[in-house]
C-alpha cells in the first residue's frame, strides 16, 4: 500500500502527467460518445463496442508500457488505440471503413491495431487472443528482449478454456505477461456471479501459481500503480500475472444493447457517481493540479479534436473493390503458387462474375 | 540422393530450417524427450535444446496461439499436432485467427507458421483417430495446405512450408513413415514449389488423381490396370491449397475420363471440388461424368472387416476406375 502512495505520489507530484492521462480519458470517452453517435446515423456498420466508463482500467494500465512491450485488446478496443496514441482521425476511419483507417478498411470497429506502437490487436473471438499474447511474451523470452505483454479481455474471457491454457503456459514458461481482466461486471447481458462458479476472477491465478490481484478499475492511480508494478516484474524477472480491474461499462454491450433489460437503474445511478474521471479530475482539484474551468477547456479541446478526426475521417476516400483480394496472402510468390488454381481467376472465381472490372 | 523414409525425409527438411534459421523453433506434444509420438522429431531436441523444440502440455488451442502469436512477432514457429484429429480443439486458433490475421488487420502483420500433423486410417485406430480432415481447411481463404505423398515430396515441400510467409496446415500420413523414397541431398537446398501438383504416371486412358497415401493406392491401381492394357494416368496434388487445377484440366484433356480418389469422406471434399471445376473446364473434352471414390461416410470402426469396408482401397479404386472406363466402352483386355 505504501508503494502505491508513492507512485500515486508521482503522477500527483507531476502537473504536465496528472493533466496528460486525464487528457487521454477525456479523448477516449468523447471519441466513444461520437462513435456511438456516428453508429446510430449509420456511418458505422458492424458492431461497435464502447468503453464509456472503462477509461481509466484502460489508460491506467496502457500508460505503463515501454518502448519493447505489446499490447493485446479484445474487441472493446478504441480506448486500447487512442491509448497506445493511435491518431483518433485514423481510428475513426477505420469504423468508417476508409482506406486511411489504421487496418486500411479491413477490420473495423473490432481489429484496430498499431504495429508501431506494437499495439498487435483489437480480436472478436472472446477470449482467443489470449494465446496469441502468449506466443508475443514467447517471442520477447526466445528472443532474450527485455519487454513484456499486457494482454487485456473482459470478464467474460475467463470462462473459456483459451483463458486457462493460456494462464497454464504463461506460468508454465515463465512468460513476461500481464494479463488484465477488464471486469464491467457482465458479459453481455449475463453478470459475472451468473457465469463464473469463483466470481473473483484474480483467485483463478491460483490455479497456475500465478500472481493475481484485484484494484478498482475506476481508480486511476491505483491501476496505474498495481499495473506499473506487474509489468515491471514480467520484464525484469519474467513473471507472469494477473490483474483484475473492476470497472462498469455506461453503455450496453455494443451500441445495439441500451444495456438496461439486465441492469437496473440504480446500479447504473451508483457507477455513476464512481466515473473514472471525475474522481480523478476531483483527485487533482483537491491536489491543486486542475485549475477552474480547465477541465472544461480540456473537454472543448477533446471535442474539437474528436470532431476534426470525424471530418477527416468522413472525408477519406473508402477502398476500391479491386483490394478485395489484397492480404489475403503475404507470400510473395502467392500469386505464382495460385495461378494454377483457376485459369480464371486467382480463386477460382470466374472472371465475368466480377463485375468490378471492366 | 539417399534412401529416405518419409519420416526422416520430414526429419532432415528440420533439421536443415532449425540449422539455416535461427527463427525457426518446433513446438509440440512430446517432440523432445520423447522424441515424437511418431518419431519424427527424433533427435532434434538433443541437437537443438529446450528453446528450438520446445515441448508443450496437452493444451492444442493454446500452443498453436502461441505459435502464431511467435509468428506475429517475426518468428518461424513450426507447430506438432500429434495427429490431425486433435487440431479440432485448436480449430478456432487455426481458422478464426491464423486465417485472418493478415486480411482483418489490413496486410500490416502476417503469420509465417506452420503446423505439421499426420491424418490418415488403417490401423485400427478407430473414429476419433482415422480421420482426414484436409478439407476442412483447404476450405480456408488465408490457410495454405499441403500433403505430400513421398519421402522427397515430404522433404521440399516441408522446407517451402516453413520458409513461406502465411500459415500452412502440412498434413503427414500415419501410413507413410516408413515409406521410403529418394530424397535428394542437402546440399541441393531441394525444395518443392507450392501449387505445383506433379504427374506421377503417364498414361492416355483415365486419370487418376489423389493426394498425400491414395497416390500409392492410385499408383498400384495404375499398374492393375496396365496389366489389363489400360493406361491411368496418375496425378499427385501434393497440396490442396492452392490447388493446381491447371495440371489437372491439361490430363483430362488429354484422357477424356477422371476419376478423382480421397481418403477422406467424398462429400464436399477434393473430388467435389475437383469435379465442379473439371467439370466446367472439360466440360466438351469429358466422355463421361467425372467420378469419385472415398472412405466411406461412417466414423470408423474398430473391427477389422468393418474396417476394411470403410477405406478407399486399391480394390475401391480399381472397381471404380473399370466402371468409368467401362461405361465409355474400354475395358481392356484378360
Redesign the interface.
Known amino acids: 500500500m505504501a508503494r502505491a502512495v508513492d507512485e500515486a505520489h508521482d503522477v500527483l507530484q507531476d502537473r504536465e502527467q496528472a493533466l496528460r492521462l486525464l487528457r487521454m480519458m477525456l479523448l477516449i470517452r468523447r471519441f466513444d460518445e461520437r462513435a456511438e453517435e456516428q453508429y446510430t446515423r449509420a456511418r458505422i456498420g458492424g458492431y461497435c463496442h464502447l468503453s464509456i466508463g472503462e477509461e481509466a482500467a484502460n489508460v491506467g494500465t496502457i500508460d505503463c508500457l515501454e518502448a519493447d512491450d505489446y499490447l493485446f485488446a479484445s474487441y472493446r478496443d478504441h480506448a486500447a488505440a487512442l491509448a497506445v496514441g493511435s491518431s483518433p482521425a485514423a481510428v475513426m476511419a477505420e469504423l468508417f471503413g476508409k482506406e486511411t483507417g489504421v487496418a486500411r478498411g479491413y477490420g473495423g470497429s473490432m481489429h484496430l491495431l498499431d504495429v508501431d506502437r506494437r499495439f498487435l490487436g483489437g480480436w472478436g473471438i472472446v477470449g482467443g487472443h489470449l494465446p496469441i499474447a502468449v506466443g508475443a511474451a514467447l517471442a520477447l523470452d526466445y528472443r532474450d528482449v527485455a519487454g513484456a505483454v499486457l494482454c487485456q479481455f473482459g470478464d467474460g474471457a475467463t470462462n473459456i478454456g483459451a483463458f486457462h491454457e493460456a494462464l497454464n503456459l504463461a506460468a508454465l514458461w515463465g512468460l513476461p505477461i500481464v494479463f488484465q481482466v477488464i471486469n464491467n461486471l457482465y458479459g453481455m447481458g449475463t453478470s459475472v456471479e451468473q457465469s463464473s462458479a469463483e466470481p473473483e476472477l484474480y483467485k483463478r491465478s491460483c490455479a497456475y501459481r500465478m500472481h493475481g490481484e484485484r484494484v478498482d478499475g475506476n481508480d486511476l492511480l491505483a491501476v496505474r500503480e498495481a499495473a506499473g508494478r506487474l509489468l515491471t516484474r514480467a520484464r525484469e524477472e519474467s513473471k507472469p500475472a494477473l490483474l483484475e480491474t473492476t470497472t462498469y461499462r455506461f453503455r450496453g454491450h455494443s451500441v445495439a444493447d441500451a444495456g438496461k433489460a439486465y441492469r437496473t437503474a440504480e446500479e447504473l445511478a451508483s457507477w455513476r457517481e464512481r466515473d473514472p474521471i471525475t474522481r480523478y479530475a476531483e483527485l487533482l482539484r483537491e491536489h491543486d493540479l486542475l485549475e477552474d474551468g480547465q477541465l472544461e477547456s480540456m473537454r472543448k479541446e477533446v471535442a474539437d479534436e474528436i470532431s476534426e478526426a470525424i471530418r477527416e475521417a468522413a472525408a477519406a476516400p473508402a477502398p476500391e473493390p479491386d483490394r478485395l483480394y489484397e492480404n489475403v496472402y503475404g507470400d510473395e510468390s502467392w500469386r505464382e503458387q495460385f495461378a494454377r488454381m483457376d485459369t480464371a481467376a486467382p480463386f477460382g472465381e470466374r472472371l465475368e462474375t466480377r463485375t468490378w472490372q471492366s | 540422393m539417399a534412401e529416405l523414409t518419409y519420416r526422416e525425409a520430414l526429419r532432415r527438411a528440420l533439421d536443415e530450417e532449425l540449422e539455416r534459421d535461427d527463427r525457426v ?1 518446433l513446438m509440440g506434444e512430446e517432440i523432445g524427450r520423447f522424441e515424437g509420438s511418431y518419431k519424427v522429431t527424433a533427435g532434434l531436441w538433443a541437437k537443438y535444446g529446450p ?1 528450438r523444440v520446445r515441448e ?2 496437452i ?1 492444442e ?15 518461424r ?1 513450426v507447430v506438432e499436432i500429434m495427429t490431425i484429429n486433435f487440431i479440432l480443439v485448436a480449430q ?2 487455426v481458422v ?2 491464423a486465417a485472418k ?10 503469420v509465417p507458421m506452420v503446423i505439421r500433423t499426420p491424418g490418415g486410417a488403417g490401423a485400427q485406430l478407430t473414429a476419433q483417430h482415422s480421420q482426414s480432415l484436409e478439407v476442412w481447411f483447404a476450405h480456408v ?2 490457410l ?1 495446405v499441403v500433403a505430400p505423398s513421398n519421402p522427397a515430396d515430404a522433404y521440399g515441400l516441408l522446407k517451402s512450408a516453413i520458409r ?3 500459415p500452412v496446415l502440412f498434413v503427414e500420413n500415419l501410413v507413410l513413415y516408413n515409406v521410403t523414397g529418394s530424397v535428394p541431398e542437402p546440399e541441393e537446398d531441394f525444395t518443392v ?5 506433379h504427374v506421377a504416371r503417364e498414361g492416355a486412358d483415365l486419370t487418376i488423381v489423389a493426394h498425400s497415401y491414395t497416390v500409392r493406392r492410385a499408383l498400384a491401381v495404375a499398374d492393375r490396370l496396365a496389366r489389363s492394357g489400360l493406361e491411368a494416368e496418375v496425378i499427385d496434388l501434393r497440396t490442396l491449397r ?6 489437372v ?1 491439361e490430363s483430362v484433356r488429354k484422357t477424356n475420363r477422371v476419376l478423382i480418389a480421397e481418403e477422406g469422406w467424398a462429400t464436399y471434399g477434393v473430388g467435389a471440388e475437383l469435379a465442379a ?1 473439371v467439370g466446367r ?1 472439360c466440360f466438351d473434352d469429358l466422355d463421361a461424368p467425372p467420378e469419385r471414390v472415398a472412405g466411406a461416410e461412417v466414423p470408423m470402426p474398430y473391427a477389422k472387416p468393418l474396417e476394411l469396408a470403410a477405406l478407399a482401397l486399391e480394390d475401391k479404386v480399381e472397381a471404380a476406375a473399370r466402371s468409368l472406363l467401362a461405361e465409355c466402352g474400354l475395358v481392356g483386355t484378360g
Open positions: 523453433f528453446k508443450t502440455p493444451s488451442e493454446g500452443f498453436v496461439g502461441a505459435g502464431i502469436g511467435a509468428a506475429m512477432l517475426g518468428l514457429p478456432d486458433m478464426n485467427h490475421i493478415r486480411y482483418m488487420f489490413g496486410g500490416k502483420v502476417g481463404p488465408g495454405k513461406d510467409d502465411d514449389p507450392l501449387g505445383r501438383a492452392p490447388l493446381d487445377v491447371d495440371t484440366v471445376r473446364a
